[in-house]
């Protein structure tokens, strides 16, 4: 199934995923204005994101990173599991390399930043719908400078030349090694569906018992879980578990 709905003349059916109500209130009502999209559902939670994706089918999810539940990486990963026609647009408040390249892994056609003007934010569910990627300017950026990073120092000397000479200034950006995000992802992705959800509820604050009474589960078995993620991601005690998940994305840190 195709979901390139302008290539046949149809309307680009989108999905929004937000847990602020006002944001999707404004999204829905400049998206009503466009004469080629239609807002088919709404989201404030991860999880209802994969639900409605996978009951209404839409061409594009717009999703946001910070959600509760379940972050819209994970629903991005989920979506493209369970509706694989539908493509996810991000849309979202975080600008640092990590969570962008943790969106692409997740399979995410597009990136872009809330601050972006309309004009953009129509363009890129336009390309996405279109079976193209859309990319903020500044996550362009950061995907050229982690090819570059990525290579041997001579292929980084003649990328650096073919894009202008930026290549030395891209290794002196805060981005540093460009293959951290990726391992930081690859950390996470080892993580179990439970382990995730541990994860997130420790980062919003939950204590032991409070995650073993919302999940159904023992505190023992809350503990293990919390020690086998603490493990996993290479973390020394709660406080930078906390941190992780704040970096991730999995709790926002204006809530």
Known sequence: MT???QSSGGIIRVLLADDHDILRDGLRALLDLADDIEVVGEARTGG???????RLRPHVALVDISMPEMDGVEACRRIRQQAPETRV???TMHEAEEYFFQALCAGAAGYIIKRTASAELLAAIRAVARGESFLSPGMTQALVNAYIDRRSPHQRAEAAQTIGGKGQ???DTHMGNAQQ????FDRYATLTPREREVLQ???EGYTNQ???DRLGLS????????????EKLGLRDVTHLVRYAVRRGLVDPER
Request: charged letters at 15%; glycine letters at 2%.
């Open 181 to 184: 995000p990726v391992n930081q």
């Open 3 to 5: 979901t390139d709905a």
């Open 219 to 230: 505190v023992k078995t809350v503990q293990t879980h919390r020690a086998a993620v603490m």
């Open 89 to 91: 647009l991000f849309l």
């Open 201 to 203: 509820l420790v980062g």
């Open 210 to 212: 409070e995650i073993a």
């Open 48 to 54: 209802e994101a994969v639900a409605e994706a996978a």
């Open 169 to 171: 200034s891209a290794q």
